[in-house]
């Protein structure tokens, strides 16, 4: 596998500037970082020997990648991000950050470990110079010295390559780079007094430093949360894992029996919608509306349902809150409640039973309304976490560990893969360009604010379908920022795709066929976009990509209210359907969702970088070793 | 063969159209009809006559008819029939009714079925005069001095004072199926012989049975034109025969928009007893499908209303999309209800079989340029945003320079011919490149131009 990445990494441009840096070339110039840039000599004139073996001896791992950009953009968003050193390759920066930052990096004291010592007087060296601390507790050393972006993503880096080399390296080398992590550590607490202090001025960025994603290694978990075990281990455990958690098929609601079953343990008594679409049997349609004040009064009255997860039930079924991230936020949170006001059974273990209370609230929110695939993954990896948990910590420790768990999904997957994507997506927007969107898409949103924050002229086309019209939400919000926008609806879009010159979607998830699933329509923006040569990005956070696989967008989907087709709100005239809706011959379709095919994507904006569609299954599965590894 | 007689009557023509041109000023093509029809003294009077008529046809009549059917009917009824009669007292006929036509036709480019009907009632009365004087001329016993030639001149223009014999040749030519080769190289001698004039001489040996002529073509023109409404009005049930053709048991039929044509064609379908099923897209914002869903269930059809968004999805799982054209191109290019372009493609994807269904009268003899714009109209953003929600951001009064927001709502859509499937007119199913040939039955060349 290093082998492999190797070449990758030479061919990427930023790593043939290592190779003129190694030759000892002043490369300032090509150095987008000033801190950068003076970091280099420094390093250099120390261990020249290791700089010149780092950029090819130590491959970036995909999963760390991002985790120089989660780093990057939680640094500061102001960080000039030069747009060339974004496109596909997801490791594109990584290079200059395990250039510049080479003399304090852990990692590679491990790698060359005959030259071990050389690594460790670099670090010292650079520490010495910056007056700054060690990589080992990077976490709290970037918000500490309040770093420039630049040396804090190089820092992060060194940590994170520490981890891939476990996986993958000889024992030896492990040894030598536990050695080399305890060496950092101690250098940390050396230093550690001051961090209080000045972490407690920049709270934001500090949380957002703990939120580092693909961080498995002994280093993070001593900072950050007192996750246990070594990853070594938990290396080992991934195969099984993954066999484990290989997708069930789902529930199918033309299968009698489970339907039965299932009725009889459900919290939530929904009523069958009565005309229902032959052709979506199998998925669940219940009357609209029916069940809401039901359920409200049963909210004191409910024996196993935590409080916090009934609300957020309640709000999914009324549609208060919506869209895939708001959705997995509110249960996430839902379940942070439910661990703190947990308390085990006697005669029952904590595993166990909280992970079948997790279930139970997590059919209960089905029966509400079906999970979004963001909501899967989030429930995957709360309950990993709970498997997870050791035996030997008390209770309280274990939800103290658990809570924090959440709290980092939250802010690594979701808040800060949203910066990141906002961070690359910025940069393939350009003076003049027009851009469509559709629907209202939470990441594209983000990342045309940002553009425009960034002085970028630009014109956005909104386009909206019914019945939700999300899209008039989107504009008055980017209206309210002064960006020009042009509105319209589903069926214009031919019209108004000639003057488009690139089209922004979002995703519900990206399926590992390439697939992408998202609210009902974009396929056939998508389609019509690459009709008219117009390249199509989806914004997604790596955390909705799912192993799953689907052609169309029947087999597996959502059903909205069939009522919401037949009245049109806000226009009274259009009423020739009002006396029909219970004839037998007329059916209303109301779907969500639908899957675009990967031909009509010309990319998919991820926190992993920009990749291919074809890469998508890549990003799923070095994902889902990473999240066990969490 | 190029015989004595030939030769002395080219002659003479040549002579006569030079002696022509001293006398009168160069007209509009369509005008040198009526010159060979009457007299040339009676024309100016007549002409203004005719454009002051109070017949003339308001310009907002357009704007009220809303389905092209509809629309043309009324165009023959009301104004064209009427019109036509009146004209017709007028004896200056085809230059008036084009006068009329170009109005109507710019009261509203884009129903660009008026065009094609004041296009056909056009081609009547040609093809009825060229009848006409193959019949006057049958009865003179003259040498067949056709040749290749002439035959290119003919397409049922009549030439002005030309001798009978030539006129002859010309009918003949055009009764005959015009053949590639006459469509295609236009008519080279027309270039070189100006299409003007009136002759003393001539004239006065054609005032005897000028009167009978001239009533008998109005009968005829009259009769043509029933015909037309009768075709037009019928072109419902034409297509709608073809439907058990076309759709099987257990079918799903994708459809949009609100199409009377498409509505009588799937219950066609349906009253002969195959049950299928059909989706039909809500069409917004204009809401045609509610519409047409309406009356699909109310004739018993399995109906499923489907958001605009879910065409794509429900595309895989519909075995054939039927739609209802606005008009058809010369190429084969349709414009349809909005949105159309986009259920196309999808069923291209899906290689969903895309039928259009079409009346005669909307198949169209111009060649789209740029159609989703030119043949487009934009109609009210208050259709998609509230004025009320959005007032404040569609103020174009205040502020500097352009407003922020804008609106776009297009009401038609145009579908290349490589999207389509087949056409199903009144004439039967053709492909989209069988478009061209088509025209060539319905309309004359010189009136493609209006």
Redesign the interface.
């Known amino acids: 596998m290093e082998s492999r990445r190797n070449p990758r990494a030479v061919v990427d441009p930023k790593v043939r500037q290592v190779g003129f840096f190694t030759s000892s070339q002043p490369d300032s110039t090509h150095q987008p970082d000033p801190i950068a840039s003076e970091s280099h000599p420094v390093a250099s004139s120390i261990s020249p020997s290791g700089n010149s073996l780092s950029p090819v001896m130590i491959p970036p791992p995909r999963h760390n990648s991002s985790d120089t950009f989660l780093l990057r953009a939680a640094a500061a968003a102001a960080s000039a991000v030069s747009p060339s050193s974004f496109s596909y390759s997801t490791r594109r920066d990584f290079p200059d950050g395990s250039m510049t930052a080479s003399p304090g990096r852990v990692s590679r004291a491990s790698f060359s470990k005959p030259s071990s010592s050389l690594p460790g007087v670099g670090m010292d060296s650079m520490a010495a110079a910056k007056s700054s601390s060690v990589p080992a507790s990077g976490l709290t050393t970037v918000s500490v010295v309040n770093m420039p972006p630049g040396l804090s993503e190089k820092e992060s880096d060194q940590k994170k390559n520490s981890k891939p080399l476990k996986e993958k390296t000889t024992k030896a080398e492990r040894r030598a780079l536990q050695e080399a992590q305890r060496a950092a550590k101690a250098a940390a607490k050396a230093e550690g007094g001051k961090a209080p202090l000045v972490s407690s001025g920049s709270v934001a960025s500090t949380n957002v430093k703990a939120a580092k994603p693909a961080k498995p290694s002994s280093q993070k978990n001593d900072v950050a949360v007192a996750a246990p075990g070594p990853s070594e281990k938990k290396g080992g455990q991934t195969e099984k894992d993954r066999k484990k958690d290989a997708p069930h098929p789902r529930m199918q609601y033309d299968d009698e029996s489970r339907v039965v079953k299932a009725k009889r343990r459900a919290v939530v008594k929904q009523t069958e919608a009565k005309n229902r679409?032959?052709?979506f049997r199998h998925l669940p349609q219940y009357e609209h509306g029916t069940q809401l004040p039901d359920l409200e009064t049963k909210f004191f009255q409910l024996d196993p349902m935590h409080p916090a997860v009934y609300k957020v039930g309640l709000q999914y079924l009324s549609g208060d809150i919506s869209g895939g991230n708001a959705r997995c936020i509110a249960m996430l949170q839902a379940f942070q409640e439910v661990v703190k006001d947990y308390s085990t059974p006697s005669e029952k273990t904590l595993n166990r039973d909280m992970t079948a209370k997790i279930s139970s609230y997590v059919s209960f929110l089905i029966e509400c309304r079906p999970l979004s695939v963001s909501m899967g993954n989030a429930i995957r990896f709360v309950k990993n976490r709970i498997a997870k948990l050791p035996i030997t910590l008390s209770e309280s420790e274990a939800k103290a560990a658990l809570q924090s768990d959440i709290e980092r999904f939250i802010n690594e997957k979701i808040i800060m893969a949203d910066t990141v994507i906002v961070k690359h997506a910025v940069t393939k927007i350009r003076d003049g360009d027009v851009l469509l969107t559709y629907g209202s898409p939470t990441a594209v949103e983000m990342v045309l604010l940002h553009a425009h924050e960034l002085k970028k002229k630009f014109r956005v086309l909104v386009v909206?379908?019914?019945?939700k019209l999300e899209g008039?939400l989107l504009?008055?919000r980017l209206?309210k920022r002064?960006?020009?926008?042009?509105?319209?609806?589903?069926?214009?879009?031919?019209?108004?795709m000639?003057e488009v010159t690139k089209v922004f979607l979002g995703a519900s998830s990206v399926l590992s066929n390439g697939t992408v699933y998202s609210?009902?329509?974009t396929?056939?923006v998508a389609?019509?976009a690459s009709?008219f040569r117009v390249p199509v990005l989806v914004c997604c956070e790596a955390y909705k990509f799912h192993e799953r696989v689907q052609l169309?967008?029947?087999c597996s989907?959502e059903l909205g209210d069939p009522n919401a087709?037949?009245k049109?709100h806000?226009?009274e005239d259009?009423n020739?359907?009002d006396g029909?809706t219970n004839?037998a011959?007329?059916?209303?379709?109301?779907?969500m969702?639908?899957?675009t095919?990967s031909d009509y994507i010309s990319m998919i904006i991820t926190d992993y970088g920009m990749v291919p569609p074809t890469s998508v299954p890549v990003i799923v599965r070095e994902y889902q070793k990473e999240h066990s590894l969490v | 063969i190029y015989t004595k007689e030939f030769f002395l009557e080219r002659l003479s023509y040549w002579a006569f159209v030079s002696a022509a041109q001293t006398l009168r000023p160069i007209k509009p093509p369509a005008s040198h009809y009526l010159v060979f029809l009457f007299n040339s003294v009676s024309l100016s009077p007549e002409y203004s006559l005719s454009t002051s008529s109070p017949h003339r046809s308001p310009p907002s009549h357009s704007h009220r008819c809303r389905t092209c059917n509809r629309w043309c009917l009324s165009l023959l009824t009301s104004s064209g029939n009427v019109r036509l009669r009146d004209l017709k007292l007028q004896r200056d006929a085809p230059w008036s009714f084009l006068a009329v036509g170009a109005q109507l036709v710019a009261a509203n480019p884009v129903e660009l079925a008026v065009g094609n009907v004041v296009r056909r009632v056009l081609h009547i009365i040609r093809e009825e005069d060229l009848s006409l004087a193959t019949a006057a001329v049958a009865g003179l016993d003259l040498l067949d001095a056709s040749d290749d030639d002439e035959d290119v001149n003919g397409k049922g223009i009549g030439y002005p004072g030309m001798s009978a014999a030539v006129v002859a040749a010309a009918a003949r030519s055009t009764l005959r199926p015009p053949s590639l080769q006459t469509l295609l190289e236009g008519t080279p001698e027309s270039a070189t012989v100006p299409y003007t004039s009136s002759s003393g001489a001539d004239s006065e040996s054609k005032t005897a049975d000028k009167s009978s002529i001239t009533r008998k073509l109005k009968h005829d023109v009259i009769e043509g034109v029933n015909q037309l409404i009768h075709e037009i009005a019928g072109c419902h049930e034409q297509i709608a025969e073809q439907a058990i053709e076309h759709i099987h048991q257990n079918e799903v039929i994708l459809t949009l928009g609100s199409s009377r044509t498409v509505l009588e064609f799937l219950c066609a379908a349906k009253e002969k007893k195959r049950s299928f099923?059909v989706?039909v897209a809500?069409?917004?914002?204009r809401?045609q499908g509610?519409?047409l869903?309406?009356e699909?269930?109310a004739r018993?059809?399995?109906?499923?209303?489907?958001?605009?968004?879910?065409?794509?999805?429900?595309i895989?799982?519909v075995n054939m999309v039927i739609i209802g054209a606005h008009a058809v191109m010369a190429n084969g290019g349709v414009i349809g209800p909005?949105?159309v372009?986009?259920a196309a493609?999808?069923a291209k994807?899906h290689a969903v079989p895309f039928v259009v269904l079409a009346g005669s009268h909307k198949l169209c003899p111009l060649y789209p340029h740029n159609p989703?714009v030119l043949l487009?109209e934009l109609r009210s953003?208050s259709?998609?945003?509230?004025f009320g929600?959005?007032s404040d951001?569609l103020d174009f009064g205040t502020g500097s320079g352009?407003p922020?927001?804008?609106?776009?709502?297009?009401t038609f859509?145009y579908v290349p011919p490589s999207l389509v499937s087949l056409f199903i007119t009144d004439t039967g199913g053709h492909n989209p490149s069988y478009m061209y040939r088509l025209i060539a039955d319905y309309y004359s060349a010189d009136d493609l131009v209006m």
């Open positions: 679409v032959e052709l909206d379908s019914r019945p008039q504009l008055r209206i002064g960006i020009s926008c042009t509105y319209t609806h589903i069926n214009a879009v031919s019209y108004i000639h609210r009902v329509g396929a056939c389609m019509v009709a169309d967008s029947i989907n087709i037949s049109v806000g226009r259009i020739y359907l029909l004839n011959n007329l059916q209303f379709l109301n779907l969702y639908d899957a095919p | 099923r989706f809500e069409g917004a914002p809401y509610h519409l869903a309406k699909l269930v018993g059809l399995q109906t499923t209303v489907i958001t605009d968004s879910a065409v794509f999805a429900m895989s799982r909005v949105g372009n986009m493609l999808a994807k989703e487009n953003p259709e998609l945003l509230d929600e959005f951001c352009s922020l927001l804008q609106v776009v709502n297009p859509d």
